[in-house]
């Protein structure tokens, strides 16, 4: 039996409320014809949708519902779009925890077509499954060519590899989003697995994870809650909502084709999301080891933004710097913002459709937001929806703080009585070997001694300190701050760092002083 998860904040109606707020808003102005939404539930939640709603209709003809068709609700299935790429990906990572591919391998290695496909250097590799993964082979941005392949057969992917393909940049300098990369990992599992992608990701994420809703055709999927989805035309009333017919899955499909339901996204999210909680309890097992979870999680290319704004009052200074990083991992976008730390996401967009997932690390609590139009403003919505939950529900979208490894713990008591006591026994025991040859003891002491004056503090400060005040920087690395004494008076500042070995001991135990965060020699 796992151990119960530990107890994290519910969303209040008001929050709900200024959520439901944000989509209905959406619809009602025409930005799209429909979406459903839900708030997924983190690693201290039991549930695994904390609140939901829907907006608009599930097909709209001249601007008003269609004959037979229904609002959109928590059942509704619609597009997922490039979301899907999130499960090619884990499918690629599986076959690799199982020996049957190597990231590294070229893509002529399980895919022969490919061979002379890539405009390549004289001295230039082919392009590897890793660099396809992350967006870095070089391969041109495709969206709106990509998004009408979806029902490529394997003899016309093959023709169009051997007319070869174009490229922006040189395989692995870069960041360029690519759904052709996706295709082509799609025809690695083909070739893999001697199936099909699709049979393969059934098998081993949809039918386990028990995504029941979520299907590659209308022959997989409940038509009777399909959203429609619609082009947006030159209109700007509900008029402008025009249906377009589904797309047979083909090649293409692996970069965008898989239909799913809020429910089945918000599950997907949470056994993603669970490689990063915090107690082991709630990093269950599942159908991809958590360790290849965490993997599809990381920044493996950077994704270059735009610089912010020079202000236009003061035209001479530089810009302020970057909203945040962003960068791809393993089919899943991976930002890091000043206000909400490090986010997991992926959008989706396809002809009548726009999706969003997205969730915060530390916490797990995310959104998933489907819309039943093109361009519709999943991305925006979902990212005020989770900003607004942050601003509303204290401690929900809570920063994990890092913890010390019980080495450190040890080694930091042993710090704080050296620095009461300065015996030789303890420094014997557990300074490692850099630190004497660094900084002598004596000196060592005069340093301190030099600090306490200059914060205007005395020893006896020092016998007061215990480990448990410390700031944890890193599993190894701990810092404690004592405010001086006197208006404008400096701390002293004590951090400590271990060395890397397991049984690791002191490499550096540091007395400054410290104002206005900045330290002081």
Known sequence: MPAPRRSAPAVPPAALSSIAALFDTAVADHKTSGVTWAIIGGHGHEQEVLGHGAAGHRELTGGAPAEGTGPMDRATVSRIASMTKSFTAATLLALRDEGRLHLDDPISAHVPEAAGAFELAADEREPTLRQLLTMSAGLVTD???????????REEFAATLRGGLGHVH????GFEYSNTSYALLGRVIDEVTGGDYRAEIRRRFLEPLGLGATGWSAQEIDTAHLATGHRLADRTDATRFEPVPLDSPGVYGAMAGLFSTVDDVARWVRFLAAADAADAAEREAGPLATASRREMQQLHRHHPLAALPVDPDDPSRTSPGFDRVRGYGF????????DLGEVISHSGGYPGYGSFMVWHRDSGVGVVALANSKYAPATTLSMQALR????????????????????????????????????DAVADAWFADNMDLDVPRPERRRRLEAALVAAGLDAAVLADLRVEQAQVLSRAR????????????????????????????????????VAGGQAKA
Do not use: C, K, Y
């Open 143 to 153: 969206n709106p060519w990509g998004d009408r392949q979806e029902a490529m057969t």
């Open 170 to 173: 040189r395989s692995g300098t």
């Open 331 to 338: 089919g899943l976008v991976v930002e890091h913002f000043p």
């Open 388 to 423: 607004l939950l942050q601003r509303e529900v204290p401690g929900l979208l809570e920063r994990r703080a890092p913890e010390a490894a019980p080495r450190t713990r040890e080694a930091g008591e042993a710090a704080l009585a050296w620095l009461v006591g300065g015996e």
């Open 478 to 513: 701990l810092r404690w701050t004592v405010p001086g004494r006197g208006e404008g008076a400096l701390s002293l500042r004590i951090e400590l760092l271990m060395d890397p070995r397991r049984g690791a001991l002191l490499q550096s135990l540091d007395t400054t002083t």
